[in-house]
């Protein structure tokens, strides 16, 4: 059973930059592809952008934040990250960790019932305000 933790949310202003981390304990994260969700007020929970297991050779983002946030992984530390830059106020939301094996695909990673075995973090809050 996997444990997932999420920091390093907080606020910030339009055009500001933060970096959300997730550290998974339980087991090897190498094993695991890692997204991203995020809830925003009022719209259903959203793929933000995932990594493959292992060497994460292989990410996707959504068209929204494509450019914007970077994904990446660091196995020896079973962390996971994203980088957010250049926020606006409509990225404001709780922003979650999922954990989950072979997720990662173009076809169906921002497919919520791909995730029904994953296991998923506790989520971090974003707000992006002036």
């Known amino acids: 059973q996997l444990q997932l933790a999420e920091s390093g949310g907080g606020s910030v202003q339009p055009g500001g930059s933060l970096t959300l981390s997730c550290v998974v304990s339980?087991?090897?994260?190498?094993?695991?592809?890692l997204s991203w969700f995020r809830q925003i007020p009022g719209k259903e929970r959203e793929g933000v952008s995932c990594?493959?297991?292992?060497?994460?050779?292989?990410?996707h983002y959504s068209a929204s934040t494509k450019g914007r946030f970077t994904i990446s992984r660091d196995n020896r530390k079973n962390t996971a990250y994203l980088q957010m830059r250049s926020l606006q106020p409509e990225d404001t939301g709780v922003y979650f960790c999922v954990a989950g094996l072979d997720t990662c695909h173009a076809e169906y990673w921002f497919n919520l019932r791909e995730y029904q075995s994953a296991f998923w973090g506790p989520g971090t809050q974003v707000t992006v305000s002036a």
């Open positions: 990594i493959t297991s292992w060497s994460g050779s292989t990410t």
């Open positions: 339980g087991n090897d994260l190498s094993y695991y592809a």
